[in-house]
């Protein structure tokens, strides 16, 4: 059960509440976001203490969730969550295309891209600062000076920013160059890594872990949000399954689902999803069909030559192509680029 | 290494390629389909004969196959195969969709749907008459009766029927009442089966087994092909992975990943991929959208009260939405409805 | 809930009792095995007319099943089932090993396989002659030749014989030469197949679907049984996962797994679970110490010319090595080799 | 490639071998363990230096390894790593037993259980203080308060400690209080984590990600033994599968596997592997069978009240049959217990 507290409620409005909670013996969650403080109720026999909340005239609202997810799910906040950043919403009826290099090389590279980006339409360049890698051989990313990069180059462009954090003692760092964190898909189960992107502002985009359930995938979101950030976007990127054609199998009937249960946005990674640019487009068509809400695309000016995931990335020319067809399918589906 | 003969080739040119090759010590398969009669050769140092081949006059051309699969492969036939079926044609501009309950149950059921299906503008009508039933203790299917049922509300309708053959035996029986053979998921492996339904000449649907790569999906198209029959449709229907959220995870990428190694069309049965009929129409769509050249939907007067799948069954308003949305995406991806 | 008659009924009892079920409105499903006559009950409310059956003489008890598969289960038959096969027992005390060449190849190294199978005191000779392949163009086996072969080299020198039967047609020549009969792991759900060898009485070894859950092939195991077959032995031969360093993944958890739900032995197929021969004896060693009544091992003299399955073959030294082995670790767990 | 340094080298001569192939054009990755000074090489042709560095008196070796994983691989050290922990040694001729509650919940579980540990001939106490959780609304461990009843108890008692470590911040306080540090599923790729715990001296005791090929396992080992720490216990806790029977599937074929390709010991957690205490005993013995050097047991003295996992823990009659089961077992594969 959860106890969403008016507007107007005060600090002792809440102490109050917390008070009496715990006065008739439950365990207590409090969640303070930018919008909208929450308090999540823990133990037997909720139900009876209800009308007692509700009541008092501070009170917001108090709903009964059946799912083991709370402040994510549908019966919380029934009405799609859109989410608001600088220039752009997610969620809403605006598509939204997140392009860019894998990892920040250089300069040149992400002006360009930006530059192709901007011509398109696309709202967002994204570019991995910290590259989580498999091997500690691999080129680790560039760094602070990559983001630095992102910084530099958003501020000349106008187009919003993604990069990832891999580290609880990055985001403070990140936060201050980017628009929105990424949480990767080996850090989905990272819990004090969660916890830290809650307790900051910015919005986060949470990949789902390459073996995770979409259960498991909404719990992690429900971190995030227990610590009060509420602007959390979904990245479905594929999951691993034996099929070896494609890198991952991108599980496009996610989007259904998570839509179902909860009121959060969610965008689609088809690169990572299959893995090779040759099936991108069919697929991020195939995502906007399918309902999601944006699209996290790697394009690179050289894709042979990229450090990092040259194989999956589109070329100038193959963006070009994918968004003019974009253009046609969105407005099918209710959606506007 | 595939030897294609000339449409005006005699049984006699194809004895003298197949002395040539065994007396240069290669081994041979052939097969004899309807337009194509085409001789399969194994062995090493292949290329060494190609131009000798090439250039008796009774033969159409010599290819090289890198594939394990050859007659399925882009390589032998570059251009897409469009299946010729009755009133019909599958893999061209036209989407395909097949339409119906799970399993033949009654009459009216049949007749009540074909009345949809018609209306909406489907072109085929599905149900199954022998079901493959995890339990021996479940619904087996009416076998001979529902065929005859089938048979009627087509001749009655005018509309293509699709039925599952799960036995050899039962080829000759289903062939006779059927416009397409359907293999099981189950059978996908079935060699014997795949043999039989190549030496016969109706077009067969074949269903990617649940834990099958693309790879043995294509091979065991090959089975079927190398009898003859080179009418063979794809059926992407999901596969198994550790996602319980939906029936299977259906795999959308499958479709320009097979597009890319072969001619054959591609449909894809939205209805036991997610297992969920709230979830079909955003899949039927994402399909269309990544390139299906049809789809396979369970459809039912009354999804509460099917024998079987009714969860994921749409009803007869669902289909008539899903079809009215259909027919705004097809032809933003160059298909017609 | 099932109805077990005693020894002594006749034909007339088996007839009064399933009369008086359909009376009350039950479905009815009838077993005639070699020594038990069984009448599932099939609808609601079974429970009421428990001690109405009980009480009937020849009746021997009625066993209420919470499991979808009935006779597998051990409600059904709670002691381990112990099947007679000529000179040994499945499921005793003694461990079981089954050894041979993936194909019969030819009589030579049956022949010498053979003589080392008896020298190390194995119980099984194992052979292929129906194989299925992935592809069309491979070896498909020596079909009635290998049959013969094998069953001339159980007379010649006194082994067991097991081989594999892929299709209906089969199943009358197969047993005529074999001692057990094996479905394949692509056959597991081949339910007509299924059928054929639960009506003949030769014990049947079951091996699990690549991609099967334990409760689909207690399933597949129930439809055998269901025709009044028995004699059913498990096989768990490994299961497709995301791993690739193995060529299947062998999950020994489900013979503590399957022995829990049901009386049926279960043996182990090291040789595919884990495709390379290096790593066939450790796996040999952990499956008897989780439980295994037995093991199927591919066994040839010269495993690099092998038509099939060559690099998960062991060859004699190999094999006599491990069979040392065996018999150390068997009696520790209580098994005698 | 890789240089091992000799025992006797000094700074100075490290810095030359690096100037020289900087030099030569090559990258550079230093690994200084406690025992050994490894250079690791990167870039082509380097096996053209290869007779030039061997020359050198102060290195040791020079290495070329296949592989991606380096240190990690059998090519750098063919014999098995043995790990010393105080009173006991990992990967030698001893089986170890690590057992102990899933979290440490309060004093007298720990000093109950160490006791029986104690009495059964147990080398470690096991028990989590940080907990990863699926929800953020579950117990998330008694933090640094566990970590000093576990060190406590670690005292009074004699035995060996291991605790998970989630996060690279708490690696400094766990390392004080335990002997082995625990890398848990989720965080096998958290890189940062591993070079944190590569950078401090105490064994590291690494789970394989529930998703995780081998491969990327022995990736994760390397990134640790790069950062100097070459103590790494590798440990088998089972892997996703669609198989819902079991928690997870456990993979025992991962230890010849790892052992054919690795020199680092690799123990198996039979008990999050299956998830069902009735089924650890098997899995157990199946497991030292296979040759793992030591097994992770959740061992509780009350398991339906423990706040976590209790329906995978033994409770102390079961833990006592087991381990007189594993030291009837254990000599019979070349072990002492």
Known sequence: MIVVMGRESTDNNVDEVIDKLKGWGFGVNLSKGDHKTVIGVIGDRKEEVKSSLEALSYVEKVVSVSQPFKLVSRDFQPEDSVIDIGHTKIGGEELILMVGP???????????????????????????????????????????????????????????????????????????????????????????????????????????GMSSTIEEWLMAAEYIMAEGNFKVILCERGIRTFETATRNTLDLSAIPVVKSKSHLPVVVDPSHGVGKSDFVPQMSKAAVAAGAD????????????????????????????????????????????
Not at 105 to 119: F, H, Q, R, W, Y
Not at 133 to 159: A, C, D, M
Not at 299 to 307: C, F, K, L, M, R
Not at 309 to 335: C, M, T
């Open 294 to 337: 944006g699209l996290l695309i790697e394009v690179h000016p050289n894709p042979e030559s990229a450090v990092s995931d040259g194989p999956q990335s589109l070329d100038f020319g193959g963006l070009r192509k994918l968004v003019k067809e974009l253009k046609e399918i969105a407005p099918v589906v209710g959606r506007k680029l």
């Open 102 to 208: 894998c990892a920040v090389e250089n300069e040149n590279i992400l002006i360009d891209t930006a530059k192709v980006a901007k011509e398109t339409g696309c709202q967002f360049l994204r570019g991995g600062a910290y590259k989580p890698r498999s091997s500690p051989y691999s080129f680790q990313g560039l760094g602070e000076e990559g983001l630095k990069l992102l910084k530099k180059v958003k501020e000349e462009k106008g187009l919003s920013v993604i990069s990832e954090v891999m580290d609880k003692e990055q985001v403070e760092l990140v936060k201050d160059h980017v628009d929105v964190l990424q949480i990767g898909t080996r850090n989905m189960q990272n819990f004090n890594l969660l916890k830290a992107v809650g307790k900051q502002e910015k919005p986060v985009l949470l990949k789902r």
